[in-house]
């Protein structure tokens, strides 16, 4: 897979999130224009191989904002990541006018977590700066019976709005949603089956970070999402998507040492 001018293949890497709103379930990645670069200076130095910038908090319960305030969030930090860094970032959002402010301004991915399906202007606007994008499921309600159909035929339908905007295919990743729209058990489930997406053809992205399908407190799930990012590695996920980058990157360095995959 190609982000920005780099190529990803063969490994699973790390996406550091790094958070530009007030709101977010993990504090410690809340972030604003003042403390981004050092944020990102020690995600790179970390191990994390590309940046996710987060612009509005999709976590349980969440107010959404218009994408004029996700755009006044992003701005100064984006602008200043570009210049400072030779890093792709990913923006997360499902507003065809914050990715297409995004992009103006150096991004090199969007992370829709409504897969093009939020906003029909959204597929064409990455394709139109011939930008990466991450596509998950998502559904309005929780899934019920087989979780396995209605995410590949989500996922499936988000893939072809994709390549018929003209989004290259070898800069699409696919992410099964863990967190969204799914029941603790569905989401153990997925996690669990999560090399069942490879069928779609499609790298994969797993976002398990600090994430309540752990239980316990926010602050003491790191063990279990380092865990998962190990099962990642396991299933050939091309990408883990973390707050915790050094913890994540070398358990997965770990993992390919040992020459087990």
């Known amino acids: 897979m190609i982000i920005g001018n780099?190529?990803?293949?063969?490994?699973?890497?790390?996406?550091?999130?790094?958070?530009?709103?007030?709101?977010?379930?993990?504090?410690?990645?809340r972030k604003d224009e003042y403390t981004v670069l050092k944020a990102v200076e020690r995600a790179i130095c970390d191990g994390a191989a590309v940046i996710d910038l987060g612009v509005q908090s999709t976590r349980p319960g969440y107010v959404e904002v218009p994408p004029e305030e996700e755009?006044?969030?992003?701005?100064?930090?984006?602008?200043?990541?570009?210049?400072?860094?030779?890093?792709?970032?990913s923006v997360d959002t499902y507003f065809a006018k914050t990715a297409n402010a995004a992009l103006s301004l150096g991004a090199d991915m969007i992370n829709d977590v409504w897969g093009f399906m939020h906003d029909e202007?959204?597929?064409?606007?990455?394709?139109?700066?011939?930008?990466?994008a991450c596509l998950m499921h998502n559904a309005k309600t929780q899934l019920s019976g087989d979780i396995w159909r209605p995410i590949i035929e989500f996922l499936q339908k988000s893939t072809q709005i994709a390549e018929k905007a003209g989004v290259d295919k070898n800069k699409i990743v696919l992410d099964g949603g863990i967190g969204f729209a799914k029941s603790k058990e569905q989401n153990l489930q997925l996690l669990q089956e999560y090399d069942k997406l490879?069928?779609?053809g499609y790298p994969t992205l797993?976002?398990?970070?600090?994430?309540?399908?752990?239980?316990?407190?926010?602050?003491?799930?790191?063990?279990?999402?380092?865990k998962s990012s190990v099962h990642a590695a396991k299933c050939k996920t091309l990408f883990v998507r973390v707050h915790?980058?050094?913890e994540n990157y070398d358990a997965i360095r770990r993992y390919y040492e040992q020459g087990i995959n």
Request: charged share 30%.
């Open 6 to 29: 780099k190529e990803f293949k063969n490994y699973t890497y790390v996406m550091a999130i790094i958070n530009l709103t007030p709101d977010s379930f993990w504090q410690n990645s």
């Open 206 to 226: 797993l976002g398990t970070s600090r994430k309540s399908l752990f239980g316990g407190k926010v602050e003491d799930r790191l063990a279990q999402t380092v």
């Open 244 to 246: 915790d980058v050094k």
């Open 121 to 132: 202007d959204m597929a064409k606007t990455v394709a139109k700066f011939n930008a990466a």
């Open 198 to 200: 490879n069928v779609l």
């Open 71 to 89: 755009i006044s969030r992003l701005e100064k930090p984006l602008y200043k990541i570009k210049k400072e860094f030779d890093i792709p970032v």
